[in-house]
């Protein structure tokens, strides 16, 4: 069974939460998730993308190895934006491709977030090679954070590389997506992003 997204695993996240929730209600206990003062959520997250909820109330952290994440206990708020259009990948190794740019209409506002994209590569040359592709922010040129996939082997001409990234924005700006590979391929045949789908969470903060 394939991973759970970070969109996926959120959602069944909350879904428990307010079972949680609505089971403290109905007894004396005082919920400590969400914060019974504040309404937050906090969550660890690890490179891997596995997230479980802490009780940041009762003193629970978040391991070494782990991000920490809070977000709002009742009220989400979610940007997203996509493209279909084929983005041709240079030929030449270490290139990067703006492969999706954010829409004007969809700036984020200034605050904590974390980005998923999901960006399909599609690619018929047979030399094995490496493709990376990362979140980038505008104002800064700042790389957010990005996967790297190794390309040889079975597995056919198409992989989707999910890309986590969090950022903490002190103004309004925006966020996209580059990719490039690690070596110089020969032209002809297929080398090109043929989709990218992004979704930016706000969140009460990222430590």
């Given at each position: 069974m394939e991973d759970l997204t970070w969109r996926q695993r959120l959602g069944a996240l909350l879904a428990v939460l307010a079972t949680v929730v609505l089971a403290s209600t109905a007894s004396t206990a005082v919920a400590a998730i969400p914060h019974s003062s504040t309404g937050a959520i906090t969550g660890c997250y690890t490179s891997a993308g596995a997230l479980r909820v802490v009780d940041a109330q009762a003193g629970n952290a978040c391991a070494a190895t782990e991000t920490r994440v809070e977000w709002n206990g009742t009220v989400i708020t979610a940007t997203r934006w996509s493209t279909g259009a084929i983005s041709q990948l240079p030929r030449a190794g270490g290139v990067s491709r703006l492969v999706a740019s954010q829409p004007y209409a969809k700036v984020l506002a200034a605050g904590a977030w974390v980005v998923t994209a999901d960006v399909?590569?599609?690619n018929s040359l047979d030399p094995p090679t490496s493709f990376?592709?990362?979140a980038q922010q505008w104002s800064n040129q700042a790389v957010l954070g990005g996967q790297?996939?190794?390309?040889?082997g079975a597995g056919g001409w198409h992989r989707t590389l999910?890309?986590?990234a969090t950022v903490t924005l002190t103004a309004p700006d925006y966020v996209d997506i580059y990719c490039l590979h690690d070596q110089?391929?020969?032209t002809g045949g297929v080398l090109q992003a043929e989709s990218v789908d992004v979704i930016a969470q706000?969140?009460?903060a990222v430590n």
């Amino acid at each position: 069974m394939e991973d759970l997204t970070w969109r996926q695993r959120l959602g069944a996240l909350l879904a428990v939460l307010a079972t949680v929730v609505l089971a403290s209600t109905a007894s004396t206990a005082v919920a400590a998730i969400p914060h019974s003062s504040t309404g937050a959520i906090t969550g660890c997250y690890t490179s891997a993308g596995a997230l479980r909820v802490v009780d940041a109330q009762a003193g629970n952290a978040c391991a070494a190895t782990e991000t920490r994440v809070e977000w709002n206990g009742t009220v989400i708020t979610a940007t997203r934006w996509s493209t279909g259009a084929i983005s041709q990948l240079p030929r030449a190794g270490g290139v990067s491709r703006l492969v999706a740019s954010q829409p004007y209409a969809k700036v984020l506002a200034a605050g904590a977030w974390v980005v998923t994209a999901d960006v399909l590569i599609a690619n018929s040359l047979d030399p094995p090679t490496s493709f990376r592709c990362y979140a980038q922010q505008w104002s800064n040129q700042a790389v957010l954070g990005g996967q790297l996939q190794d390309w040889g082997g079975a597995g056919g001409w198409h992989r989707t590389l999910t890309i986590s990234a969090t950022v903490t924005l002190t103004a309004p700006d925006y966020v996209d997506i580059y990719c490039l590979h690690d070596q110089n391929l020969p032209t002809g045949g297929v080398l090109q992003a043929e989709s990218v789908d992004v979704i930016a969470q706000r969140v009460i903060a990222v430590n």
